[in-house]
């Protein structure tokens, strides 16, 4: 079996995710990977390229307000390219402050070559987290992204200045 194969990266990929390793996740990626959100609520990056700026996010969002417990109903399409897939699969957990369960569907493209993901785009449902939390449960963590995004900006542009 490869275990360098995009249908590896992503058990890996899974794996990772539900540990809440997300340094883990972002040390998967590629120095010049791209991580996308094309559905991605107001305050949260719809595309970020780089394994830093990567991790720079996905360690920000380790305190959710949802917890996700399993993954099941996986299913995997090959395309043409070798190194890319479609995965359709549910995330399952519980809301943190409810204990209320919660179903997350997701449809995920990746592109994966030794081992490192080249480009993961993410096609989850804001829609089912806003029914999970309720809009007031959403706020929260709206804002708080915002924060962290427009404060990695800020670095960004700090160091810009200085070149």
Do not use: C
Not at 76 to 91: F, K, R, S
């Amino acid at each position: 079996m490869d275990d360098t194969g995009p249908r590896a990266v992503l058990e890996r990929a899974q794996h990772l995710f539900l540990a809440k390793d997300l340094n883990g996740f972002a040390d998967m990626f590629a120095v010049d990977g791209t991580h996308e959100l094309p559905f991605a609520p107001p305050g949260v990056p719809k595309f970020l390229r780089g394994r830093e700026p990567i991790r720079q996010y996905l360690t920000s969002i380790t305190s959710t307000p949802l917890e996700l417990t399993r993954f099941d109903s996986l299913a995997v399409y090959q395309t043409e390219d070798p190194e890319t897939l479609i995965a359709e699969y549910e995330g399952h957990g519980r809301v943190v402050s409810t204990g209320r369960p919660y179903t997350m569907p997701y449809i995920q493209l990746l592109r994966a070559r030794d081992g490192e993901i080249l480009t993961w785009r993410d096609y989850w449902s804001p829609l089912a987290g806003v029914q999970a939390l309720g809009v007031r449960g959403l706020i929260p963590t709206i804002a708080r992204t915002a924060r962290s995004h427009w404060k990695r900006r800020g670095q960004a542009d700090t160091a810009a200045a200085r070149s």
